[in-house]
C-alpha cells in the first residue's frame, strides 16, 4: 500500500513537471504573439494536469488574444476556483471582462485584485482605464497618481493621467506631463497618442495630425491613430478625408459601431443623407447604440421633410434613448433643445 502511494505521488509529480515544460514552450510561443500554436501545447498540459493555475492561466491569455473572451474568462475562473487569489487570473479575467464591454465586472475583479495585491501597478492602471471609460475621472486620477508613485515612468499610468487632466481641461499640468512622457519614451505609441490627444483636444489639429502620423510610422496598423487622423480631418472640415480615414480604421480593426457612428456623422456634414441613414442603421441593427439615435436625430433636423414627420419620427428616437437611460443628461439636453423648437413633441412621446 505505501508503495503505491509513492508511485501515486511520484506519477503526480511527473505530471505536473511535463504540464509545466509544456506551459514553458506555449509561454514563449506566447511571447511572439503566436497563440494559435500555444493552444494544443497547453490543451495536452491541461489533460495531465487539468488544475494546474499555469496552464489555466495561460490558456486564458491564449483565447483572450485571439478575442475569444468568453472562453478566456471561464479559464481564467477555473483558475480562481481552484486559486481564489492568483493576481494573474484576477487580472485575466478582468482583461476579458473589459473585452466583451463588460465594464462593470472588470472594474470590480481588479478591485478586488487591489485589495490582495495592493502594489499591483498594472492591475492599477486597468482599473484606472475602465473608471476613466465610465466617466469616474476622480477615482481614476487618484489610481493613476498611486500607480506613478510605484512605478513614475509608467507609459500607461502616465498617458492615462495626462488624459484625465486633458478630459478635466487642466491643459497647465496635462501638457509638460505628455511632454515629458514623449521625450522618455519617444517610440512608444501610447505615449505619443496622449500628446497628439492633448492638442487635439485644444483644436490644435496640425500638431495632433503630426503624432498620429509618427504613431503610424511606428505601427502601420494602429487603429487609435488611424482614428485620431479621421478626428483631425472632421476638425479641419475634410469630411471626405475623415469618412475614407475611418474606413480604414474599421478594415484595421476599430470598433465597427464607434467607426460607422463618425462615418455616419461625417457624410451628414456633407448632405449625404441615404450615406448616413445606412451606416446609422448598420450599427442599430446590432445594437441600441446610444450615438447612432443622436445621430439620427441630427439627421432628422438637418434632411428635409415635413414638420409633422420630423416630429414623429423625432419622437420615435427619442422614446428609444428615454428606454436605453431615461437619467442620461446628453439625452435630455437632446430632448429640452428639441422640444423648445418643437413644442408638439410632447403629444408623441411615449416612454
Not at 485571439?66 to 487570473?89: E, G, I
Not at 478626428?231 to 475623415?242: P, S
Not at 439625452?331 to 416612454?351: C, G, S, V
Request: aromatic content about 8%; proline content about 4%; charged content about 30%.
Amino acid at each position: 500500500m505505501q508503495k503505491r502511494v509513492k508511485e501515486k505521488k511520484q506519477e503526480n509529480e511527473n505530471d505536473t513537471i511535463t504540464a509545466l515544460n509544456l506551459c514553458k514552450n506555449a509561454r514563449d510561443l506566447i511571447r511572439i504573439r503566436k497563440p494559435e500554436q500555444a493552444e494544443p501545447l497547453l490543451l495536452a498540459a491541461l489533460e495531465v494536469s487539468p488544475k494546474n493555475p499555469y496552464v489555466l492561466v495561460a490558456l486564458g491569455d491564449v483565447k483572450r488574444m485571439q478575442k475569444q473572451f468568453k472562453t478566456a474568462a471561464k479559464y481564467y475562473q477555473s483558475c480562481l476556483d481552484a486559486d481564489p487569489l492568483n493576481p494573474f487570473a484576477m487580472s485575466g479575467l478582468g482583461d476579458a471582462y473589459r473585452g466583451t464591454n463588460n465594464l462593470d465586472s472588470a472594474i470590480e475583479i481588479w478591485t478586488k485584485a487591489l485589495d490582495t495585491h495592493p502594489e499591483n501597478y498594472l492591475v492599477m492602471t486597468r482599473l484606472a482605464d475602465a473608471l476613466t471609460k465610465k466617466g469616474d475621472f476622480t477615482t481614476a486620477r487618484q489610481i493613476y497618481e498611486r500607480s506613478i508613485r510605484l512605478n513614475p515612468d509608467d507609459p500607461f499610468a502616465l498617458s492615462g493621467l495626462g488624459n484625465i487632466y486633458v478630459r478635466l481641461k487642466e491643459f497647465d499640468l496635462a501638457g509638460p506631463l505628455l511632454e515629458r512622457l514623449v521625450a522618455k519614451q519617444p517610440q512608444n505609441p501610447r505615449a505619443i497618442g496622449a500628446l497628439a490627444n492633448f492638442y487635439r483636444r485644444q483644436g490644435d489639429f496640425a500638431n495632433a495630425k503630426a503624432l498620429f502620423q509618427r504613431i503610424l510610422e511606428v505601427d502601420c496598423r494602429n487603429v487609435y491613430a488611424m482614428d485620431g487622423l479621421a478626428d483631425c480631418a472632421r476638425g479641419n472640415k475634410e469630411y471626405e478625408k475623415a469618412k475614407q480615414l475611418w474606413e480604414k480604421a474599421m478594415a484595421a480593426g476599430m470598433n465597427r459601431a464607434i467607426a460607422q457612428t463618425r462615418i455616419a456623422d461625417a457624410c451628414l456634414q456633407m448632405e449625404q443623407f441615404a450615406q448616413a441613414r445606412h451606416y446609422y442603421d448598420q450599427v442599430l441593427s446590432v445594437s441600441e447604440d446610444k450615438f447612432a439615435l443622436l445621430g439620427q436625430l441630427r439627421l432628422i433636423e438637418t434632411e428635409p421633410e415635413d414638420k409633422q414627420n420630423k416630429i414623429i419620427d423625432a419622437a420615435k428616437i427619442f422614446d428609444r434613448l428615454l428606454v436605453l437611460d431615461p437619467s442620461d443628461h446628453r439625452t435630455l439636453n437632446e430632448f429640452n433643445a428639441f422640444r423648445i423648437r418643437y413644442p408638439e413633441i410632447d403629444a408623441y412621446i411615449q416612454a
